[in-house]
């Protein structure tokens, strides 16, 4: 029985559309590891950013205790307690976005990994700077290219999808 090659590109179109299939696998852990180091390294600078508000608020309240002293022995205006205080409220705010931001981030990469809090707590990870440094001296046109290049998994896929819409119309008009 002749099929007029509708069963050969049967075939050809599932097993492009299989491949196709496994190479957005392969995008997807691309992507997900990808957001996993960005959160892990964000988390790693948050922690850097509570440490050093931990010690400005140590020296905001020294100030403030200072500057009261001062006031009752009547060698500085009360205003100047006044914007003392208001300086270590600031510190606290920030303290506090910072809190709620490493929070978020801690609830957005249990949600990625399935790890607990705590488990992500253990992690220590330390972001490769090197790496940062290496990519922000590239030119952008070689970044635009590298981006663009047939090696990416997305634009492999696309090339896919456009062999898949070519198989299709070959059985359709068969």
Do not use: C, H
């Amino acid at each position: 029985m002749f099929t007029w090659g509708k069963i050969s590109s049967a075939v050809k179109l599932y097993t492009a559309a299989s491949e196709v299939k496994q190479l957005q696998v392969f995008d997807k852990q691309a992507q997900l590891e990808s957001e996993i180091r960005t959160r892990l390294a964000a988390l790693y600078y948050m922690k850097q950013i509570r440490t050093y508000l931990d010690e400005e608020q140590d020296y905001a309240k020294k100030l403030v205790s200072i500057s009261e002293q001062a006031a009752k022995n009547g060698l500085l205006l009360e205003q100047k307690v006044m914007e003392a205080r208001i300086q270590a409220m600031e510190i606290d705010i920030a303290k506090a976005g910072i809190e709620d931001e490493y929070t978020k981030m801690l609830s957005a990469l249990e949600t990625l990994t399935g790890l607990s809090f705590d488990e992500l707590e253990e992690i220590r990870f330390v972001p490769d700077k090197s790496a940062a440094d290496v990519l922000l001296l590239q030119d952008a046109d070689e970044l635009m290219e590298a981006a663009a290049s047939e090696d990416r998994l997305t634009l492999q896929i696309l090339q896919k999808l456009i062999e898949i819409n070519s198989l299709t119309l070959n059985i359709a008009e068969a």
